[in-house]
C-alpha cells in the first residue's frame, strides 16, 4: 500500500512563506505526476498545484497562481510546495498524492497521508 507523508505545515501570518514537502513509499512516484490537494473548514478537498515526473509542466489553481510554486526531486523521491504570499484563505489541511487526467487535476492513490496543517492568520 502506498503511503504519503506530507510536513511543512505551520502557523503563519499573512505574507509569510512555507515550504511543504511530500514523500512517497518506494518507487510510487516514479514516473507519474503528483499534486497537492487542500481541504479547508467545512469544505471539499480541492486541487492546488500539480507538476509533471519530468518538471516540465505544472499546473495551478487560478487562486495560488503566482504565488504557489511547486517542483520535485525525482532523486529523493520528493514533491515540494513553496508558498509565498500566503493568504488567511490559505488555511487548510494540504496533501498531495500521484495524479492525472486534465491538467493533472485527479488524484490517483485511494489512500492519502495525513496532511499538513496550514494556518494563516490575518
Known amino acids: 500500500q502506498v503511503q504519503l507523508e506530507e510536513s511543512g505545515g505551520g502557523l503563519m501570518q499573512a505574507g509569510g512563506s512555507l515550504r511543504l514537502s511530500c514523500a512517497a513509499s518506494?518507487?510510487?512516484?516514479?514516473?507519474?505526476?503528483v499534486g497537492w490537494f487542500r481541504r479547508a473548514p467545512g469544505k471539499e478537498r480541492e486541487f492546488v498545484a500539480a507538476?509533471?515526473?519530468?518538471?516540465?509542466?505544472?499546473y495551478y489553481t487560478d487562486s495560488v497562481k503566482g504565488r504557489f510554486t511547486i517542483s520535485r526531486d525525482n532523486a529523493k523521491n520528493t514533491v515540494y510546495l513553496q508558498m509565498n504570499s500566503l493568504k488567511p484563505e490559505d488555511t487548510a489541511v494540504y496533501y498531495c498524492?500521484?495524479?492525472?487526467?486534465?491538467?493533472?487535476?485527479?488524484?490517483?492513490?485511494?489512500?492519502w497521508g495525513q496532511g499538513t496543517q496550514v494556518t494563516v492568520s490575518s
Open positions: 498524492n500521484a495524479v492525472n487526467g486534465i491538467a493533472y487535476s485527479n488524484p490517483v492513490f485511494d489512500s
Open positions: 507538476i509533471s515526473w519530468t518538471g516540465s509542466s505544472t
Open positions: 518506494g518507487r510510487s512516484f516514479s514516473f507519474r505526476a
